[in-house]
């Protein structure tokens, strides 16, 4: 199955990003906080713009590329601007904390930006992947001794948990976006909280004889 680079979501509110640095940089190109990157909340973008942009994030160029911003320097939007000097002139981007960012390179895939950076890091210094994670070769060969056993019972126990985690991470994210909107919503309009009705709860005082 084919990946998608650089797209996910928000861990905390749910909402769909693109991330343009997975690193924050100073002026001459120096890593200066690897725990934040810079991404674009895909769906606030203008209607003129959403085509370009999803065309350069799967564009061969765009996924031939670990760093989004290579591409946005040298990609364009409908009025002729380059899309990374518009992003930034716009406001488009972001400052979010890498382990709040849900990578999502395809439908069973899920990682955090903080953990995918973490092994790209290991990858080009050329280090083995982090202890406890098997790599594709373990794998494909864990998969192949369990066929050869017919101990399937263990792959779809793991299949549900991994199921059960993404409902519950669902959930979580619902009650998080839920509980905001109430809060915003009082704030725009208060509601006051009415006294429940009926006779007040009997307060049971102790014996003072003991």
């Not at 998608?4 to 200066?32: Q, W």
């Not at 380059?82 to 990682?111: C, H, S, Y």
């Not at 725009?188 to 429940?196: D, M, R, T």
Request: glycine share 6%.
């Amino acid at each position: 199955m084919a990946i998608t680079k650089h797209v996910g979501r928000l861990i905390s509110t749910g909402k769909k990003v693109a991330v343009v640095f997975r690193y924050v940089y100073d002026d001459e190109g120096k890593v200066t906080d690897r725990t934040h990157a810079l991404a674009v909340d895909t769906d606030a973008l203008p209607n003129m713009w959403v085509d370009s942009f999803m065309d350069a994030v799967l564009s061969t160029e765009g996924q031939d590329t670990i760093d989004f911003y290579e591409v946005c320097m040298r990609k364009t939007l409908p009025d002729g601007r380059f899309i990374l000097p518009a992003l930034v002139q716009e406001g488009r981007m972001r400052k979010i904390r890498t382990n709040d960012i849900m990578m999502e390179p395809d439908k069973q895939v899920r990682i955090t930006l903080s953990d995918l950076n973490e092994q790209l890091e290991m990858i080009a210094k050329g280090e083995t992947e982090p202890s406890g994670n098997l790599t594709s070769a373990d794998a494909i060969t864990e998969v192949n001794k369990r066929e050869a056993s017919g101990a399937n019972d263990t792959l779809g126990q793991t299949e549900q948990e991994t199921r059960a985690w993404q409902l519950r991470s669902q959930a979580n994210m619902l009650r998080i976006d839920a509980e905001r909107m109430d809060e915003e919503a009082q704030m725009l309009h208060p509601l006051e909280v009415k006294p429940k009705r009926g006779r007040p709860k009997k307060v049971e005082t102790a014996d003072a004889t003991g």
